[in-house]
């Protein structure tokens, strides 16, 4: 194929990789739906065999200049997410769901990081940012399920509301754990240097909240669906293109967008609209990330991915069932909410090409495949884990 390509230029090679790209990911989702897994393990599948380490359909070029997406298609999932941010329905569970949170997401990422770091030969700046990226849930696969099952109650608002929250604890660890990591990595660094990444930060988060009043009084009842889908996009590649200058992410200031539409106005329409706008830049954000797989590394990488694998189960599953504990939550949030926080993707996947970028080739590599090929695994059982949580406690009908 690349003899193939080598006689094309460039706009054809782009319009046939993305053509191949989103074929691939249909067809093999095919597959995956027979078998009753997720979406995106097929995605991640039509990539590793895609990609330049099985049939290498796609220019090896085209691969490493597709970053881009990955900002793009976090995005999109953060102003998903932030419409979870609701006060009404954070005063109906108080500060209990804060607690938890933190209690589940930080002693998963501080067991990663020191348990990684004990029993193999790793370094602390590849630790930190294994452990940081550890501690995200993926909402898509928990609110999928709630959704196919028709799940109501108590038991579904604080899972809701811990998965969103959850991500959002993910992004404030890795800034810092990746701030920390990048001073590490120069002899000397100044305050300006410590001060400057905070300092981007918080102007990303204003952006997000000033873009997001923005889109409330430009989307009037008045706007068609096709100009409301356009400003609302618009506004997204925007703050992505502004975080793009100050490298940092775009998932804060987009999940707070999307928190303050939903505040201001009410109005879930459009989000609906937007998710049905992202499957195909999602579809291709996942099969670049299966491309990216580099599949030789799994032989001496299988131990310490089943590790992080294992370690990561756990530390959601006990801090989960300690902060439920610690605010006295009911029986069913205690037992089972962990079970429900098992799946991980979209954003762990979009923060491990970011820690790629911050530490060695080969250490980036092994960082990134780690979080690939755990990610098919929980995506594997992630959906199964949320299904019987569900069921247990007593949210869905048998």
């Known amino acids: 194929m690349t003899n193939f390509f080598s006689h094309l230029n460039t706009t054809t090679i782009i319009l046939l990789s993305l053509s ?25 599948v039509a990539g590793i065999i895609i990609g330049p380490y099985v049939l290498n359909l796609i220019p090896h070029e085209m691969v490493g200049n597709m970053g881009f997406i990955s900002d793009i298609a976090l995005a999109f999932i953060a102003f998903s997410v932030g419409r979870f941010f609701r006060r009404d329905t954070f005063r109906e569970t108080g500060t209990g769901v804060i607690i938890i949170t933190l209690v589940e997401s930080l002693l998963a990422g501080v067991l990663i990081t020191l348990l990684m770091y004990w029993f193999f030969p790793l370094s602390w700046d590849f630790c930190l940012l ?3 990226i550890g501690t995200a849930t993926a909402p898509a696969s928990t609110i999928v399920t709630i959704r196919q099952y028709h799940a109501r109650g108590n038991f579904v608002n604080t899972l809701l509301q811990v998965v969103a929250l959850d991500d959002a604890v993910c992004l404030l660890v890795f800034s810092i754990a990746i701030s920390i990591v990048n001073l590490n990595a120069k002899v000397t660094s100044s305050s300006s240097e410590i001060i400057l990444p905070i300092l981007y930060n918080l102007s990303a988060l204003v952006i997000g909240a000033l873009s997001g009043a923005l889109l409330s009084r430009l989307i009037t009842p008045a706007r068609s669906e096709d100009n409301r889908l356009i400003l609302a996009i618009s506004l997204l590649l925007a703050i992505s293109g502004f975080c793009a200058a100050l490298n940092i992410s ?45 599949i030789t590394l799994f032989g001496t990488l299988g131990v310490i991915g089943a590790a992080y694998f294992i370690i990561r189960i756990v530390g959601k599953y006990l801090g989960a069932y300690l902060g439920a504990l610690a605010v006295g939550a009911s029986k069913e949030v205690r037992n089972y909410l962990g079970l429900a926080l098992t799946p991980q993707a979209g954003v762990a996947i979009g923060l491990a090409f970011l820690g790629k970028r911050s530490l060695p080739p080969d250490t980036g590599n092994m960082l990134l495949t780690i979080i690939l090929s755990s990610s098919v695994l929980y995506e594997l059982i992630g959906p199964i884990c949320a299904k019987i949580a569900l069921f247990c406690s007593n949210t869905i009908k048998k």
């Open 20 to 44: 191949v790209i989103l074929l691939a990911g249909f067809l093999l989702t095919r597959i995956t739906k027979l078998a009753k897994l997720p979406n995106v393990t097929g995605y991640i």
């Open 250 to 294: 775009p998932l804060l200031s987009c999940m707070l967008l999307g928190a303050t539409y939903i505040n201001m106005t009410e109005d879930k329409e459009l989000y609906k609209q937007v998710e049905r706008f992202a499957p195909p830049i999602l579809s291709i954000f996942f099969v670049v990330s299966g491309m990216n797989l580099d």
């Open 130 to 132: 294994l452990g940081a």
